[in-house]
């Protein structure tokens, strides 16, 4: 029997890279090498599994990973969340926690009532599986019948527009921060939609990216439709066409570093929210209308992550690679002293 490809995790080869630099040892499980035991000089032990490590309390950490949940708190400390936020179960969920009304058709009565086009995505999910942008009936009940294969709560919202950050805090400080870019192609004139997809990975691949983009995805057909594209399209020269409304590099997206380029009240922010949300370690996602790099007037707060994933981030270039690299090395000097 062929023995199954392990996953293709950064955090655990990195910190045995870097956890040398403060005299500490790192040992990970051979067979899947996604969990792992951290030894500091003083002889204290840490562990970690996926991107979760000893900082977080189980508790903040359990809130942020519901998105139902962390908005209902972000919006008592009074952080502006994305509007027309609800949650809705699957039939059997229903049942099972007695609401059984509050099903899909309950949730497709919500989108009606809140106004298409509307977001949908999984309560629990990450790296953008899922999350869609419906227009009609037909694209909704698909997405939501989508959403339950994996996650059995679908959260519906109203889209908000502007620029999609990712700010990464550690306790008090700004570690990084960068734009996300939805997954999109460049029109050369001469080339198909599909071409230059099939262009992008062979670019992904050149540069060690092992982002794999699905180009069968079926929000993609989808999102062409509504601009009167399709695969076939040949976008004109210097044309950008988005693929996704997601913008998760785990989905195609680009990244555009502006970790120094933050302005102190969206700094501010970050690090208040962070530890408002009892976290120590997050990754704060913003939607901004307007910049970062300037003082903050309409912004939304997408969602927190106790455990922010920087796999794909780390991949985009040695800037990025080092930057990871110095944020692991604060969380382990962080932990040697707990």
């Not at 049942?95 to 899909?104: F, K, L």
């Not at 990464?168 to 071409?195: C, F, H, M, W």
């Not at 997601?246 to 929210?273: C, M, Q, W, Y």
């Not at 901004?288 to 794909?312: C, F, M, R, T």
Request: glycine share 8%; hydrophobic share 40%; aromatic share 8%.
């Amino acid at each position: 029997m062929k023995k199954q490809k392990k996953e293709s995790l950064i955090l655990g080869r990195m910190l045995q890279k870097i956890a040398p630099r403060i005299g500490a040892t790192v040992i990970m499980e051979p067979d899947w090498e996604i969990v792992g035991q951290i030894t500091f000089e003083n002889g204290r032990k840490s562990y970690f599994r996926y991107n979760t490590l000893d900082l977080n309390p189980m508790g903040s950490s359990e809130i942020a990973r519901d998105k139902d949940y962390s908005n209902f708190f972000m919006e008592k400390m009074g952080y502006p969340i994305v509007p027309g936020s609800k949650t809705f179960f699957s039939e059997s969920w229903a049942r099972a926690v007695g609401t059984p009304r509050r099903n899909i058709d309950a949730a497709y009565r919500h989108a009606k009532k809140i106004g298409f086009p509307i977001i949908v995505k999984p309560n629990s999910g990450s790296q953008g599986v899922g999350v869609a942008l419906v227009h009609n009936k037909r694209e909704f009940y698909r997405a939501v019948k989508a959403v339950f294969e994996g996650d059995r709560i679908v959260l519906v919202q109203k889209p908000v527009s502007g620029k999609d950050y990712r700010v990464v805090v550690l306790d008090n400080k700004i570690i990084s921060a960068y734009e996300r870019i939805p997954l999109n192609v460049i029109g050369d004139g001469k080339s198909t939609i599909k071409q230059l997809l099939k262009g992008k990975q062979r670019d992904f691949i050149a540069s060690s990216r092992d982002t794999r983009i699905k180009a069968d995805d079926p929000r993609i057909a989808v999102k062409l439709a509504h601009v009167g594209r399709s695969f076939k399209s040949i976008p004109t020269k210097g044309e950008q066409m988005f693929l996704l409304d997601n913008a998760n590099l785990s989905t195609g997206g680009d990244s555009v570093d502006v970790t120094k380029l933050v302005h102190p009240e969206f700094a501010k922010i970050a690090v208040r929210l962070t530890k408002d949300m009892g976290l120590r370690l997050c990754g704060v996602d913003l939607m901004i209308a307007g910049d970062i790099g300037k003082k903050p007037q309409e912004y939304w707060v997408l969602e927190i992550n106790s455990a922010p994933g920087l796999d794909h981030y780390v991949k985009i270039g040695k800037a990025q690679e080092d930057i990871v690299e110095d944020l692991y090395l604060e969380v382990l000097k962080h932990l040697s002293k707990e």
